[in-house]
């Protein structure tokens, strides 16, 4: 055997969908948490609820990197559907655990180290219980990984007692299934790999989360009262999350609920329902996916014209049309960014980390507030359904900002108040809101057709151009409440790489173990702030990474700073996978080549 | 009464029936909706109802623009084509105490927006839906909506290729809490039902025929003015009391069945056939069958079930309108984003 390989490998667990292997992939990633390891959870799933098959890698590496890797070293080959798919693609010299019971011909591990274990068997003999079988037959993989490769006893019993609410019965059952397979390994299987995980202390102070739970409680804390919704893969996680939290957070004693959600007829709906909330004075949300918000379109443009707060969770998928629902992408920008028909622009925060989810969905209606428009957090699968090991969530600075809701004493202020009306240069109009008062002088009629100043019908063109030049100017000053670029290096790079949202940790992975030295700067929001002009103004070449086809934030950019088109350069992947640092190094050096 | 005598006269809240009146009128010279925009100024004064107590709601086409012309002093949302009832909803759960006065036409609410009135039905908001129905899309100049008749014909000749919607018999089946139609050309019926629409605690919805007097007024059509005096049919007529009034009406015993609604007030049903009751729904369904089936239009309160729960209380929404409640109630607390936090690290 060769020198061991600690804390520095992936094990990809092969099995089919809806098996009860999620909990059981869930229970590794988990128990290595509390060894002190963070281990980047990728969980591949078919659209299916049954039968399909699944992969789940689990990677664990020196510098606690949570990007995907490409390659595993070791493989849990347990569904008869893709064992020879699976084998087929592994890596010669890996590890290769199967299941004895598939009768997979001896000649194809050759070369591979080969640990073989009768999974149906083993739970025939000792699974007594038929009707528990099926559910707990899957634990027996969790022992034999634990005994093979190191994760301590403790961390994996401490693991089930909480993910099953230490009820001492349910805990008993899994351990004793788990056990099976630790028992199993002990006597049976001979260590002959190099890999093994190790206590380490990568995990101090952080939390283990996905990034719809992380959105859904921003939402709550953001002051979200009115959710509503239609299910769409990979967002409805987040659907479900508000309505957890809505009821954990929200609900007076008495059973009075501080929030209300609709599950909505459909996309154009949910979205309508946001918008009738808002007008109304609610702090109104939504979450959907790609074909969600195509639907939303025309409610998009009716919201920005008319001046309505909203904010949208977009937790991006593969498109176009159906796509494939369970992959991942950053492809809706160009869609997002000037959504509707006619000239519309609307600002999006862009999230790379849990953390960050929490922080930019309870942001998201502030900035909706403050201007008065449909906001987007854009979110994708790979942040939102993956489980992360990510720094934990920070109680919001700054109270809300409900932005310039008119009042009596306020109208009292205004010589003449007029609901479109630009008071204070900024193009943002003051807003009343319906119920709020009994003075007539507040309420106006609320239109998507042209109006001028005070809502009165107007197909005036001057009333209409300044009117959309208002609503251009207003949108543009989005910037200053907006979260800021982050830029990691000197600055004076001759080479500055621009990327954002969850393909950051694939970045940062690539860029700390290239030679290359590299400026790097993560966008968190559009539209742009004034540093990313300067950052591309100061860098030679610069390079925009992301996960679409027609490199959409390259676009974006070149049309907001025309000045700086032909220096931006694109790096696209879009095969429906969470980014790998290893195909950034590759495209940049190849990149980068080129002169 | 004179017409400046009319103006002068307040109601119960201090309003002249020129405080409910709105924009003036754009709609062709005769238009039925004119007429409806008329029944709903005469009865919000009749009522006394306070206008930031309501907000208007619409859609698209010369329907959805009428809102502008009653009601003045009051919110409104004009929405896009077909979506009026996903933003009255939201506007519903937001703040409850606003009752959406919707106005919708045929093409907003049968063909574009049918998913969304129907969803609508199902939840049973405090909300007022008048369906300002002539069977054609004006706007547009002329085609055919989804409650044309077949045997209707455009002003060209031409017959509809789809066989209609009754607007009344899916919101019936749909569980729709109080169902009534009536003809624009009615204000005898049609303001006391729009009276009842606005006391009904939950979905009142209203379908009236609303002759097109451009595209659809000709002696062919099945929506004109003609044909609905030939084939309308009243199984009672109408009567509303508001609960602040206590005005005594005659009606002989036997034939008039009062239905009080939730807020004191009642509506008195003379009854020209004995055997309705618009509390059956058994008999309503049958009624609007039977009328159809010969060519015959009902007209009048068909139906009302007061003991559907109003989505607010299904949603168990606060007192509170949640548009009201403040950050300390809104906010979870740093304490607990610790514990959520601490509870993340196993």
């Known amino acids: ?137 899957n634990l027996i993989y969790v022992g034999v990984v634990a005994q093979l490769f190191g994760i301590e006893e403790e961390s994996v019993q401490a693991t089930i007692r909480a993910m099953f609410a230490n009820k001492q019965e349910l805990f008993d059952v899994n351990w004793e299934a788990c056990k099976i397979g630790i028992d199993y390994a002990k006597e049976n299987l001979k260590k002959q790999d190099p890999y093994r995980f190790a206590r380490a202390n990568q995990t101090a102070g952080k939390i283990l989360i996905d990034g719809n739970d992380a959105c859904g409680l921003g939402a709550v804390y953001g002051g979200c009262t009115a959710f509503t919704w239609y299910p769409i893969t990979p967002a409805s996680s987040l659907g479900e999350a508000v309505i957890e939290f809505f009821r954990k957070y929200r ?46 379109g025309e409610n998009f443009g009716y919201g920005y014209y008319a001046e309505i707060p909203a904010v949208v969770f977009d937790v991006q998928r593969v498109g176009p049309s159906t796509g494939l629902p369970t992959r991942t992408q950053q492809s809706d920008l160009l869609l997002v960014a000037f959504h509707s028909h006619g000239d519309t622009s609307f600002p999006m925060l862009i999230p790379a980390n849990a953390a960050e989810c929490f922080e930019f969905a309870w942001r998201a209606f502030d900035v909706a507030d403050r201007y008065q428009t449909p906001v987007v957090v854009m979110s994708d699968l790979d942040l939102g359904m993956n489980t992360w090991v990510s720094e934990p969530l920070v109680y919001p ?11 009596p004493e306020k109208l009292a202020q205004l010589e003449k108040w007029g609901r479109y009306k630009d008071v204070d240069g900024d193009g943002i109009p003051y807003r009343s809101i ?22 009165v ?39 500055g790489i621009i990327a954002f949202g969850s393909t950051d940790h694939a970045v940062r992975e690539a860029l700390a173990a290239n030679e290359t030295a590299a400026d790097y700067l993560r966008l968190r929001a559009y539209p742009f702030h004034d540093s990313v002009g300067e950052f591309i103004a100061g860098h030679d070449r610069v390079v925009v990474i992301e996960q679409n086809q027609q490199g959409q934030m390259a676009q974006l950019l070149r049309m907001a ?16 996978l969470p980014l790998s640092a290893a195909f950034v190094a590759r495209a940049l050096n190849g990149t980068l080549a080129k002169v | 009464m004179s017409e400046s005598a009319t103006a002068q006269k307040t109601n119960r809240v201090g309003l002249t029936k020129e405080d409910y009146g709105g924009a003036p009128s754009t709609m062709c010279k005769g238009c039925g909706h004119d007429r409806i925009s008329e029944a709903v100024i005469q009865a919000a004064f009749h009522l006394g109802v306070e206008s930031h107590r309501i907000v208007k709601m619409s859609g698209i086409g010369c329907s959805s623009k009428t809102p502008a012309y009653f009601l ?48 609508l039905v199902r939840r049973n908001p405090k909300m007022v839906y008048i369906v300002e129905n002539n069977g054609v899309y004006g706007l547009t100049k002329g085609q055919f909506s989804a409650t044309a008749d077949r045997e209707s014909p455009s002003k060209r000749g031409a017959l509809p290729s789809e066989g209609p919607i009754d607007l009344c018999s899916l919101a019936l089946d749909l569980g729709c809490s109080f169902v009534a139609r009536s003809f624009s050309g009615d204000k005898k019926q049609l303001v006391p039902l729009i009276e009842a629409a606005f006391s009904h605690n939950g979905l009142a919805f209203l379908d009236v025929i609303s002759p097109c007097v451009t595209f659809n007024n000709h002696d062919e059509s099945t929506k004109s003015y003609t044909y609905h005096k030939d084939h309308e049919v009243h199984y009672h007529d109408v009567t509303f009391v508001p609960h602040f009034e206590h005005i005594d009406v005659e009606y002989e015993p036997g034939s008039v069945q009062t239905v009080p609604l939730h807020d004191g007030s009642k509506l008195h049903l003379k009854k020209l056939d004995a055997a309705y009751d618009p509390t059956d729904f058994q008999r309503a369904a049958h009624a609007l069958r039977e009328t159809r089936a010969n060519r015959q239009i009902l007209t009048g309160l068909i139906y009302i079930n007061k003991g559907t729960p109003t989505f607010a209380e299904t949603l168990k929404l606060p007192a509170t309108p949640l548009a009201s409640l403040d950050e300390k109630t809104l906010r979870p607390s740093r304490e607990a984003l610790d514990k959520f936090n601490a509870a993340h690290r196993v």
């Open chain 1, 457 to 495: 019908y107007s197909e005036s063109d001057q009333v209409y151009a300044r009117n959309l030049d208002r609503l251009a100017r207003k949108i543009r000053g989005t910037v200053q409440v907006l979260p800021e670029p982050v830029l990691a290096g000197k600055g004076n790079a001759e080479v």
């Open chain 1, 251 to 296: 609900t007076e004693k008495d059973g009075t609920r501080n929030y209300a959600v609709v599950q909505a007829e459909d996309e154009l709906a949910a979205i309508g329902m946001v918008l009738g909330a808002g007008w109304a004075g609610a702090r109104a949300a939504t979450s959907t996916s790609g074909p969600g918000i195509s639907l939303m």
């Open chain 1, 434 to 455: 319906a119920g709020r008062t009994q003075d007539s002088r507040f309420s106006y009629f609320t239109r998507g057709s042209g109006h001028d100043e005070n809502a």
């Open chain 2, 72 to 119: 003045g002093r009051t919110f409104g949302l004009n929405a896009t084509h077909g979506r009026m009832p996903s933003f009255a909803t939201g506007s519903y759960v937001a703040n409850s105490a606003l009752m959406p006065l919707g106005v919708s036409g045929d093409g907003d609410t049968a063909s574009i927006g049918i998913g969304q009135f129907v969803h």
């Open chain 1, 397 to 407: 600075d700054r109270p809300f900002d409900r932005g310039k809701i008119l009042t």
């Open chain 1, 561 to 576: 700073l025309p000045e700086h088109a032909p220096k931006i350069e694109s790096i696209t992947y879009y095969g429906g």
């Open chain 1, 1 to 137: 055997m060769s020198k061991s390989v600690v804390n520095d490998f992936t094990l990809n667990i092969a099995t089919p969908n809806g098996t009860g292997s999620q909990t059981s992939n869930t229970i590794i990633f988990r128990a290595l948490y509390h060894m002190g390891i963070a281990a980047a959870a990728k969980n591949l799933f078919p659209s299916n609820i049954q039968g399909l098959p699944t992969w789940f890698s689990i990677r664990v590496s020196a510098g606690g990197w949570q990007a995907r890797a490409e390659q595993c070293e070791i493989l849990l080959t347990l569904n008869p559907a893709t064992w020879n798919q699976d084998i087929a693609n592994h890596p010669r010299g890996g590890v290769i655990v199967d299941n004895t019971d598939y009768k997979i011909p001896e000649s194809r591990f050759e070369g591979y180290v080969r640990y073989s274990v009768p999974f149906e068997s083993l739970a025939l003999k000792h699974l007594r219980d038929a009707k528990l079988r099926p559910k707990l037959k």
